[in-house]
């Protein structure tokens, strides 16, 4: 073969070969949704919890409170449930096989909020020298309640539904303080935000999106997002209780 047209067909492969890539990465084509919670006005203040001596002890020189309203210095609202409820109809999505971990040290549930996919492990963990009573109570039709003692620290109890529901609360029945709340959805675009009110849900498809921040006291806000080609950053403001 001639060198030239040897060397117009490496042209052309290569050129192929560069347009299918291209093809590709259009047809995948995601991206980040980011953005920041605030809260407007004043929360109502924490109480104090009306913990037992036992508990208590655990917190040398504290007295633990509620954590319905964790505010950042510039109002940034740590909690928030931050999730898409429109745009990923007709997909469906298998739950990861990593768990998603609640524990509960010096008598709270840490984190007070977390996500969850419908159909993945959710383990609860003890860390505490002290007996629990894991006590989800799911108010969705399917999700079943249960209820399980935990001695101090005993292996994790394991538990799934399949069923979205926001929030699946859990409770103690030995310390009646004690609450930590699930964003369990169907898919795997959440986020909660930390105590900087940042959240960051990673590889969301190019498509039209409701985005909703959840707050469990001050309620929910949504909006319509666009992802076409590029991070989209999304900020909330929620109204204090
Ligand atoms: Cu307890």
């Known amino acids: 073969m001639p060198l030239f047209e040897n060397k117009k067909m490496k042209t052309t492969n290569w050129l192929i070969a560069l347009t299918a890539a291209f093809a590709s990465v259009q047809v995948a084509s995601a991206a980040d949704v980011v953005g920041k919670v605030t809260v407007a006005g004043t929360p109502s203040p924490e109480k104090v919890l009306p913990m037992d001596p036992t508990c208590g002890k655990l917190h040398p020189g504290e ?20 999730h898409i409820t429109k745009g990923l109809e007709g997909k469906t ?44 109570t799911p108010t969705v039709a399917g999700n079943k309640e249960a209820n399980k003692a935990q001695l101090p620290k005993s292996p994790a109890l394991k538990f799934s539904w399949d069923k979205p529901e926001v929030f699946l609360r859990f409770k103690c029945d030995v310390h009646p303080w004690m609450f930590a709340y699930v964003g369990l959805v169907d898919h795997p675009y959440y986020a909660v935000t930390g105590k900087d009110g940042t959240f960051k849900i990673a590889n969301l498809p190019d498509g ?7 707050h469990r006291k001050g309620g929910q806000v949504t909006k319509d997002i666009t992802v076409k080609g590029g991070n989209v950053t999304v900020n909330f403001e929620i109204q204090a209780k």
């Open 93 to 136: 999505f298998p739950a990861p096989a990593s768990s998603a971990k609640l524990d509960q040290v010096g008598c709270i549930y840490v984190p007070y909020v977390v996500g969850a996919q419908t159909g993945q492990t959710i383990e609860v963990h003890n860390s505490d020298p002290a007996l629990h009573n894991v006590h989800p």
């Open 63 to 82: 007295k633990p409170t509620t954590t319905f309203f964790v505010v950042g210095p510039n109002k940034e609202l740590a909690d928030v449930f931050v």
């Open 208 to 214: 039209n999106y409701t985005l909703e921040a959840y």
